[in-house]
Nanobody, 123 residues
Framework: QVQLVESGGGLVQAGGSLRLSCAAS????????LGWFRQAPGKEREFVVA????????YYIDSVKGRFTISRDNAKNTVYLQMNSLKPEDTAVYYC????????????????WGQGTQVTVSS
């Protein structure tokens, strides 16, 4: 069982930065690959980025490549999402999720989800 709690969201101007954190409970954090998803108003939830159990592999959607960076600290049971050069279209609720497999964008593979944190980017 893994419980995930996101933090770090907020309101930022276009071009600004935010760092999201997702803290996990449990002793088996390193056994899970992690992903960040987002859901904009009126849209379906979409995959953003994933990181493997060791942190050695990552996968980003094209729209965030070069702007977002995912990392994890298995000693602290925490995954981070550094978001730079934010755009209004990045506005969404961001969710972290855990999967026993490095399933990347396959949402159904993620069995554990956080409650989400709001990111709003003003133009």
């Amino acid at each position: 069982q893994v419980q995930l709690v996101e933090s770090g969201g907020g309101l930022v101007q276009a071009g600004g930065s935010l760092r999201l954190s997702c803290a996990a409970s449990g002793r088996t954090f390193s056994s899970y690959a992690l992903g960040w998803f987002r859901q904009a108003p009126g849209k379906e939830r979409e995959f953003v980025v994933a990181i493997s159990r060791s942190g050695g592999s990552t996968y980003y959607i094209d729209s965030v490549k070069g702007r977002f960076t995912i990392s994890r600290d298995n000693a602290k049971n925490t995954v981070y999402l550094q978001m730079n050069s934010l755009k209004p279209e990045d506005t969404a609720v961001y969710y972290c999720a855990a999967s026993p497999d490095y399933s990347i964008r396959r949402e159904a593979a993620y069995g554990y989800w956080g409650q989400g944190t709001q990111v709003t980017v003003s133009s």
